[in-house]
């Protein structure tokens, strides 16, 4: 038996999404085909590929690019030279 989550969303309370869903960036987005780069306030939902990741907001390329984080938490993205 599946069980209902309920999904707190800007301080309201959604329920009977199972767990396929995620707060990002103050929206309700599927954690099945989206991935959510940043968090529940802020973040940015994407389409998930699998050649891509997160770097703060910003979903990069693996091979064109590192995620760099300062002492302050920021995320800058570097691109790689090819």
């Given at each position: 038996?599946?069980?209902?989550?309920?999904?707190?969303?800007?301080?309201?309370?959604?329920?009977?999404?199972?767990?396929?869903?995620?707060?990002?960036?103050?929206?309700?987005?599927?954690?099945?085909?989206?991935?959510?780069?940043?968090?529940?306030?802020?973040?940015q939902s994407y389409s998930r590929q699998s050649d891509k990741?997160?770097?703060?907001?910003?979903?990069?390329?693996?091979?064109?690019?590192?995620?760099?984080?300062?002492?302050?938490?920021?995320?800058?993205?570097?691109?790689?030279?090819?």
């Amino acid at each position: 038996m599946e069980a209902d989550y309920v999904v707190v969303l800007s301080g309201s309370l959604l329920s009977g999404y199972g767990d396929t869903v995620q707060c990002c960036g103050g929206q309700v987005v599927s954690s099945v085909d989206r991935v959510c780069c940043g968090d529940d306030v802020t973040g940015q939902s994407y389409s998930r590929q699998s050649d891509k990741y997160c770097c703060g907001q910003l979903y990069v390329d693996t091979l064109t690019t590192h995620c760099c984080v300062d002492s302050h938490s920021r995320a800058q993205v570097v691109y790689v030279d090819q």
